[in-house]
């Protein structure tokens, strides 16, 4: 026989894997109102109601974090720019004939290419506007 037939299994149920146990702890209180809830909508799922939050708090997206506001400003001049551009589209769109105001299409060029090195990360270096 080889040593590896005559090794005895000690049974019990396999070992997971050690990466998904679960050993960090959350206390949450709530108010007794808050508890028949959450264990209402566990059960409702056939849970507990531990297993019930944990797939909640996990699965649910938050909203997004609060912008800066140099963030909402620059926003803020992105927008007039975009409703700007939007009504000579409408209007080139009627036929009708299009002017546009000196720099606009240069601003709306620059804030475009600001913008796009901005959402890749990358410092515009100069202000274009």
Do not use: C, F
């Not at 809830?37 to 997206?61: F, V, Y």
């Not at 400003?73 to 927008?79: D, G, H, P, T, V």
Request: aromatic fraction near 2%; charged fraction near 25%; avoid cysteine.
């Amino acid at each position: 026989m080889s040593p590896d037939s005559t090794r005895r299994s000690h049974g019990g149920r396999p070992k997971g894997d050690p990466d998904a146990v679960r050993r960090a702890t959350i206390g949450v209180r709530v108010s007794a109102s808050e508890y028949v809830a959450l264990k209402s909508k566990a059960a409702h799922m056939h849970m507990t109601p531990a297993q019930w939050l944990r797939e909640a708090a996990l699965a649910r997206r938050l909203p997004s974090p609060p912008v800066a506001a140099i963030n909402r400003e620059q926003y803020a001049e992105l927008a007039r720019l975009a409703a700007n551009l939007n009504q000579l589209a409408h209007l080139a769109n009627e036929g009708k004939p299009v002017t546009v105001a000196s720099g606009l299409l240069e601003r709306v060029a620059a804030e475009t290419r600001r913008l796009r090195l901005a959402l890749l990360g990358i410092d515009g270096g100069s202000d274009d506007r």
